[in-house]
């Protein structure tokens, strides 16, 4: 039996993320470097014969994924799981001004605390949608083929250790996925799923 696969894909850069802008569920499309990265991973995804490509339905993702797609001669399904983390009043707002505003708080965000953000989605919500997704991609996959599901950094490292029953805290020790860095499950003999590669 040949082993079914997932790759998890993060979106090619934006300009809020070089500007270290919190982008949460706010919209914001890909930058030169980022429709870049995606046109030089697409290939590389490619060649894993994906037969599904899902996407978070925000903007970032869904360009990255049709250009992935495209190259594997399919369509891209948007599935609104695989967003990012909602991150409530923080959304718009630049690393420096969250800093300015309360650095307790900000010292918080970045050691990835993200418990009761005002308005924020608690990361055990995000884990259950993300992780609800990949089993339903994973359940549509056939033996020996492989599923692609291009989403977000924060997202893909907490629906990663839900997916696996690791303890979400496990996500926080996961080194953040660079801007179209891929994570790459494989599927045992005995049905479960083990971790193959991190942030290619």
Same mark, same amino acid.
């Given at each position: 039996?040949?082993?079914?696969?997932?790759?998890?894909?993060?979106?090619?850069?934006?300009?809020?993320?070089?500007?270290?802008?919190?982008?949460?569920?706010?919209?914001?499309?890909?930058?030169?470097?980022? #429709?870049?990265? *995606? %046109?030089?991973? @697409?290939?590389? =995804? !490619?060649?894993? +014969?994906?037969?599904?490509?899902?996407?978070?339905? #925000?903007?970032? *993702? %869904?360009?990255? @994924?049709?250009? =992935? !797609?495209?190259? +594997?001669?399919?369509?891209?399904?948007?599935?609104?799981?695989?967003?990012?983390?909602?991150?409530?009043?923080?959304?718009?707002?630049?690393?420096?001004?969250?800093?300015?505003?309360?650095?307790?708080?900000?010292?918080?965000?970045?050691?990835?605390?993200?418990?009761?953000?005002?308005?924020?989605?608690?990361?055990?919500?995000?884990?259950?949608?993300?992780?609800?997704?990949?089993?339903?991609?994973?359940?549509?996959?056939?033996?020996?083929?492989?599923?692609?599901?291009?989403?977000?950094?924060?997202?893909?490292?907490?629906?990663?250790?839900?997916?696996?029953?690791?303890?979400?805290?496990?996500?926080?020790?996961?080194?953040?996925?660079?801007?179209?860095?891929?994570?790459?499950?494989?599927?045992?003999?005995?049905?479960?799923?083990?971790?193959?590669?991190?942030?290619?």
């Amino acid at each position: 039996m040949t082993a079914r696969r997932i790759v998890l894909l993060r979106h090619g850069r934006t300009s809020w993320n070089a500007t270290r802008r919190v982008q949460g569920q706010l919209d914001s499309e890909l930058d030169e470097v980022g #429709l870049e990265q *995606a %046109r030089a991973v @697409a290939p590389v =995804v !490619a060649a894993m +014969a994906p037969a599904l490509v899902w996407t978070s339905d #925000l903007a970032r *993702a %869904r360009v990255t @994924a049709e250009t =992935v !797609a495209k190259e +594997a001669g399919l369509v891209p399904t948007h599935d609104g799981r695989l967003r990012e983390f909602r991150l409530g009043e923080l959304q718009g707002l630049t690393h420096d001004e969250i800093r300015e505003r309360d650095p307790e708080a900000f010292a918080r965000f970045r050691s990835g605390d993200w418990e009761g953000i005002p308005g924020a989605e608690s990361p055990q919500e995000v884990a259950d949608r993300y992780a609800a997704c990949l089993r339903d991609l994973a359940a549509a996959l056939g033996e020996g083929q492989c599923g692609v599901a291009v989403s977000h950094g924060a997202a893909i490292r907490t629906g990663l250790a839900a997916f696996l029953g690791w303890p979400l805290s496990v996500g926080q020790d996961l080194r953040a996925l660079g801007n179209c860095g891929r994570v790459v499950l494989e599927q045992r003999v005995t049905g479960g799923w083990a971790l193959a590669s991190y942030n290619a």
